[in-house]
């Protein structure tokens, strides 16, 4: 049974519940794809002028026959070229964080940060004008202090 269906008796439904073996066949393929992709992309030496790489990419990767494996062809598969499915995987997840962090780094970028004129950082504390202490007013002579004379 690959995907569940939730059905009435007469109405088919768009809710799917894949099997724990789709998934995890979809993401091995999807390791396979990455795989391919970076390699696609050193090898590449057409014309890039006007070129959105990827779709070219893109055009072969759903011709290619790994479409129609399984999870367990593409485990053997993956022996065969020296990875095991388990490496393959954790180079897929970290595939992602890169790309999720040069996507949040390229966005933060574009868009500078605003902060509204009345919000404060947390940690800054309100400034409140406090009163200046007055000093009381002192007498200015111009003689010399006796105690300072050095007579």
Same mark, same amino acid.
């Given at each position: 049974?690959?995907?569940?269906?939730?059905?009435?008796?007469?109405?088919? *439904?768009? $809710?799917?519940? =894949? *099997?724990?073996?789709?998934?995890?066949?979809?993401?091995?393929?999807?390791?396979?794809? $990455?795989?391919?992709?970076?390699?696609?992309? +050193?090898?590449?030496?057409?014309?890039?002028?006007?070129?959105?790489?990827?779709?070219?990419?893109?055009?072969?990767?759903?011709?290619?026959? $790994?479409?129609?494996? /399984?999870?367990?062809?593409? *485990?053997?598969?993956? /022996?065969?070229?020296?990875?095991?499915?388990?490496?393959?995987?954790? &180079?897929?997840?970290?595939?992602?964080?890169?790309?999720?962090?040069?996507?949040?780094?390229?966005?933060?970028?574009?868009? =500078?940060?605003?902060?509204?004129?009345? +919000? +404060?950082?947390?940690?800054? +504390?309100?400034?409140? &004008?406090?009163?200046?202490?007055?000093?009381?007013?002192?007498?200015?002579?111009?003689?010399?202090?006796?105690?300072?004379?050095?007579?």
């Amino acid at each position: 049974m690959a995907n569940t269906r939730a059905n009435n008796s007469n109405t088919p *439904s768009s $809710i799917v519940f =894949p *099997s724990r073996a789709k998934r995890d066949e979809g993401r091995l393929r999807d390791c396979f794809r $990455i795989m391919a992709w970076k390699q696609f992309k +050193q090898e590449y030496r057409g014309d890039l002028t006007g070129l959105n790489l990827y779709a070219v990419f893109e055009e072969d990767w759903k011709k290619h026959e $790994i479409q129609g494996w /399984d999870y367990q062809k593409m *485990s053997q598969f993956a /022996d065969e070229l020296g990875y095991s499915a388990a490496e393959l995987l954790k &180079a897929r997840n970290r595939y992602y964080e890169l790309r999720d962090q040069a996507r949040a780094a390229a966005e933060a970028k574009q868009q =500078p940060m605003q902060q509204p004129m009345y +919000q +404060q950082p947390m940690y800054q +504390q309100p400034y409140y &004008a406090q009163p200046i202490p007055q000093q009381p007013q002192q007498f200015v002579t111009d003689e010399p202090n006796p105690e300072e004379s050095p007579f």
